[in-house]
């Protein structure tokens, strides 16, 4: 299984963002690089993957963890690594929407 966030497509999380597709056990860690917290934001925040990603993208899209951060990081590098995201199906634990 790939370890990639579903929000920004950061392919070198620690643990898996949910123990399955359908949002289950979700592992509460925070994406290093847009701050998404699994577990946390799509179900207390009730935000699904793309309005969290779009809401990113139009702060300024910023890394979150600098000690994590690519040397360089910029708009077609953040879209390169978008493409990740195509890579896995999770479904966001959104409980109110």
Known sequence: ???ICPVCGYDDLE???Y???NGSNPSHEVCP???FEFGYDDSNLNKTF???RNDWINNGFIFFLEDFKPE???FDIMNTQL???KKINY????FNK
């Open 50 to 52: 793309n309005e969290y």
């Open 19 to 21: 123990s399955d597709n």
């Open 72 to 74: 360089i990081w910029n």
């Open 33 to 35: 690089c847009c701050e």
């Open 83 to 85: 493409n990740n995201t």
């Open 15 to 17: 643990e898996l963002p």
């Open 1 to 3: 299984m790939l370890k």
């Open 91 to 94: 479904i966001p634990r959104i």
